[in-house]
């Protein structure tokens, strides 16, 4: 059985730091392309994604304030959120792609206010 479980979530002030962290089990970790996604009503947004190689990609609107790296000895995927901004206010998904296979986390609400 696959599990995709996402932590780290909250309440933020702008400019302020937070880290998402996302666990997943049941998967061969290391083949898949891990990414983290953002939902807003009406809005899903590919915020940055780690491939099997080794290779990341973010979002421009995050670029210079996240950072995505993944760990595959302990099968966790991190996103290091700096600088945050109000309208980085979302649900955060954690997603876990190979091929065909695809596996979403509950998703985790990060709120920007003062």
């Known amino acids: 059985q696959v599990q995709v479980v996402e932590s780290g979530g909250g309440l933020v002030q702008p400019g302020g730091s937070l880290r998402l962290s996302c666990a997943v089990s049941?998967?061969?970790?290391?083949?898949?392309?891990l990414d983290w996604y953002r939902q807003v009503p009406g809005k899903r947004e590919l915020v940055a994604s780690s491939?099997?190689?080794?290779?990341?990609n973010l979002a421009d609107s995050v670029k210079g304030r996240y950072t995505i790296w993944r760990d595959n000895a302990r099968n966790t995927v991190h996103l290091q959120m700096d600088k945050i901004q109000p309208e980085d206010t979302a649900v955060y998904f954690c997603?876990?792609?190979?091929?065909?296979?695809?596996?979403w986390g509950q998703g985790i609400q990060v709120t920007v206010s003062s």
């Open positions: 997603h876990a792609k190979f091929g065909d296979l695809e596996y």
């Open positions: 049941g998967i061969t970790f290391r083949m898949y392309t």
């Open positions: 491939g099997s190689k080794g290779d990341t």
